[in-house]
């Protein structure tokens, strides 16, 4: 079992940014691949970004630029800077870790909220 949590959402106004944190219970570097996901109401959850473990990248196209997603295995931490934020990215954040045997883990998410 691997716990995560998340912190560093809340509310920023459009154009501001702000990082999210996960932290895992266990060490960073051996998962395949770490995330993060969105959620909106009535909507499923979308890929935001991704880190894998050779630290190789893959962002969706609406995040392209603004977001950035990095970890530090010292601190089985992975980030999630988020920059020049929009009202669409008003979310639930998520973040997931993949194991070697591709064991699928998340957290309990962590609400940003973006104002116009």
């Known amino acids: 079992q691997v716990q995560l949590v998340e912190s560093g959402g809340g509310l920023v106004q459009a154009g501001g940014s702000l990082r999210l944190s996960c932290a895992a219970s266990?060490?960073?570097?051996?998962?395949?691949?770490m995330g993060w996901h969105r959620q909106t109401p009535g909507n499923q959850r979308e890929l935001v970004a991704q880190i894998s473990r050779d630290g190789s990248t893959n962002y969706a196209g609406s995040v392209k630029g603004r977001i950035t997603i990095s970890r530090v295995n010292v601190k089985n931490t992975v980030y999630l800077q988020m920059n020049s934020l929009r009202t669409e990215d008003t979310a639930v954040y998520y973040c997931?870790?993949?194991?070697?045997?591709?064991?699928?883990?998340w957290g309990q998410g962590t609400q940003v909220t973006v104002s116009s």
């Open positions: 997931n870790v993949i194991n070697l045997a591709d064991d699928v883990y």
């Open positions: 266990k060490s960073i570097f051996m998962f395949k691949s």
